[in-house]
């Protein structure tokens, strides 16, 4: 168990030293992504994590709407997810995370 958690734990860093390479982002932006990929460790997910808006804000630290729509929309644009939402009340949206920009 121990070692299936470190080789998580080296995928999670290997997600954040990508991050933290790009100049292109700043501090909304990591805490956003920070965030995500918390949800993902949480529920054992690499790529594929189910989140909520209000989860991700919390988690994240980011307490007004448009700043969240802000910093968000922009992840996608510059490639580092895809946000796939849920209309359904009874299921959670996805954001698919890549390790390589698309952009």
Do not use: C
Request: glycine letters at 4%.
């Amino acid at each position: 168990m121990k070692q299936n958690n470190r080789l998580k734990e080296r995928k999670i860093m290997a997600y954040i030293s990508l991050y933290i390479e790009d100049p292109r982002l700043n501090v909304w932006h990591l805490s956003i992504l920070i965030a995500i990929l918390g949800l993902g460790y949480r529920q054992g997910q690499r790529r594929r994590i189910k989140v909520s808006r209000s989860k991700i804000m919390e988690l994240s630290h980011v307490s007004t709407l448009p700043t969240y729509h802000k910093y968000f929309k922009q992840l996608q644009d510059l490639g580092y997810i895809k946000y796939t939402p849920s209309y359904h009340p009874g299921y959670k949206s996805e954001v698919k995370l890549y390790k390589k920009r698309l952009s």
